[in-house]
């Protein structure tokens, strides 16, 4: 009985977090990106984790309530998020534009250094104000229904998701390889990677003017 216990809110906060993770967006795009160039994958996909976990613990204990009540701070996060997914999604038109950068690591292609990766990875994981509606509005909430050690469970649970999908796409991007060995399919990435942060960026500011 206390093992069914412990596994039913595991398995919740697994399959939230999973549903609200495994989508489309800024972060997810870049972490196959650099799977795919096999640059810095482990930084990359360590740095989303430890977000998404940081932004769960809060959310979990209560954090989430506090947030919601700033319109200002969502306010400022979501114009400044806006901004710099609008910038890196040029800068990734104009890296489709240019055959020299779409040669995969070790093929001699240049690498970024850790320092910038680790900025780039910070910023897609929190200047996305959707990031803290999903893991610090939402799964706090949610958590809420549990108490005490389920309440930890849940987050655990939740963590876990992200700890799998990150390392997930990270890594197995490297199936994918072959396919982006052709400067095509590099420029394709560089394309979607482009227009899906411009998607969000329009989303967010259309959003904010609806007040949607």
């Not at 932004?55 to 209560?62: E, H």
């Not at 400067?183 to 998607?199: K, N, Q, S, Y």
């Amino acid at each position: 009985m206390p093992s069914q216990l412990a596994i039913t809110p595991l398995l919740s906060g697994f399959g939230l977090g999973a549903g609200l993770i495994i989508a489309i967006g800024s972060q997810n795009a870049f972490v196959l990106r650099q799977g795919l160039k096999r640059e810095h994958v482990f930084t990359v996909c360590t740095v989303c984790f430890l977000c998404d976990a940081v932004l769960i613990g809060l959310g979990a204990g209560g954090f989430g309530t506090l947030v919601g009540s700033s319109p200002r701070l969502m306010g400022l996060a979501l114009w400044g998020g806006a901004a710099f997914l609008f910038a890196y999604g040029l800068r990734s038109f104009h890296a489709a534009l240019r055959p020299g950068r779409l040669e995969a690591a070790g093929d001699g292609g240049s690498l970024d250094g850790p320092v910038k990766v680790v900025l780039t990875t910070l910023a897609l994981s929190l200047l996305n104000p959707h990031v803290y509606l999903d893991t610090v509005l939402l799964l706090g909430s949610l958590a809420g229904q549990f108490a005490g050690r389920s309440r930890a469970l849940f987050a655990l649970g939740a963590m876990g998701a992200s700890l799998t999908w990150f390392y997930g796409i990270g890594y197995g991007a490297r199936v994918l390889t072959p396919l982006f060995r052709k400067p095509a399919a590099w420029r394709a990435l560089d394309l979607v990677v482009g227009c899906t942060m411009w998607g969000i960026a329009a989303n967010l500011i259309w959003s904010d003017l609806t007040g949607g």
